[in-house]
């Protein structure tokens, strides 16, 4: 069982940056591909991106490409998701999650989440 806590979440303005981390509990973190999600309020949780096992790749929704950016330490057991050029539609509850495939956006895939952080971007 892999825990994993966000953190890194606030009140940002638009066009502002914001960096969240999630820290897994477990050293098997590396065997996992880590994506991103979202949600906000009255809204499905949808995909942002995800990265590799090693951190050699990405993979990004269309909506925040060049804007985001996934990052990872395996040594740390931390992911990190560093959103830049932010936009009041960008606010949401953001989850972390581990999944074994790569690269999917399919929330199915993904076998362990987070509690989420909130991110609220004001215009």
């Known amino acids: 069982q892999v825990q994993l806590v966000e953190s890194g979440g606030g009140l940002v303005q638009a066009g502002g940056s914001l960096r969240l981390s999630c820290a897994a509990s477990?050293?098997?973190?590396?065997?996992?591909?880590m994506g991103w999600f979202r949600q906000a309020p009255g809204k499905e949780r949808e995909f942002v991106g995800v990265i590799s096992k090693s951190g050699g790749s990405t993979y990004y929704a269309d909506f925040v490409k060049g804007r985001f950016a996934i990052s990872r330490d395996n040594a740390k057991n931390t992911v990190w998701l560093q959103m830049n050029s932010l936009k009041p539609e960008d606010t949401a509850v953001y989850y972390c999650?581990?999944?074994?495939?790569?690269?999917?956006?399919?929330?199915?895939?993904?076998?362990?989440w987070g509690q989420g952080t909130q991110v609220t971007v004001s215009s």
């Open positions: 477990e050293r098997t973190f590396s065997y996992y591909a």
């Open positions: 999650a581990a999944a074994n495939a790569y690269p999917t956006g399919s929330r199915n895939q993904y076998h362990y």
